[in-house]
């Protein structure tokens, strides 16, 4: 049906503790609820990973990702312009972030 998977944003000791993820549901199951009871169940492991940050990119047109994120506490911190190429076209990606605040020490 889906798959929710963080992962180590950059490899410099700085950025410890920031994951990256990506959410995916199937398309014969969007509109059910799956992305985010995934993207929940995600941000719970993330926490008990030590994890203070998951931040990911979102196509600006993809709304229904866009609203997930909102729904699940992400915030909207900005755009990259022509960030990738998709089906022969550029396309611009908003930054997505929500801080884990139980675990900012």
């Known amino acids: 049906m889906g798959f929710a998977y963080a992962g180590e944003y950059r490899s410099r000791p700085c950025y410890r503790g920031i994951g990256e993820f990506s959410v995916y549901v ?11 009871m995934l993207l929940n169940a995600m941000i719970e ?26 729904a699940c506490g992400f915030r909207e911190v900005g755009t990259y312009e022509k960030h990738g190429k998709l089906d022969g ?11 884990i605040a139980e675990n900012i020490d």
């Not at 008990?48 to 940050?53: A, M, R, S």
């Not at 076209?89 to 801080?99: G, T």
Request: aromatic fraction near 12%; proline fraction near 0%; glycine fraction near 6%.
């Open 26 to 36: 199937d398309e014969n199951f969007r509109s059910h609820g799956i992305g985010k």
């Open 45 to 70: 492991e993330a926490k008990t990973l030590g994890y203070w940050k998951l931040v990911s990119r979102v196509f600006d047109f993809n709304i229904a990702s866009r609203e997930l994120c909102r």
């Open 89 to 99: 076209r550029w396309v611009d990606c908003v930054i997505v972030e929500k801080v």
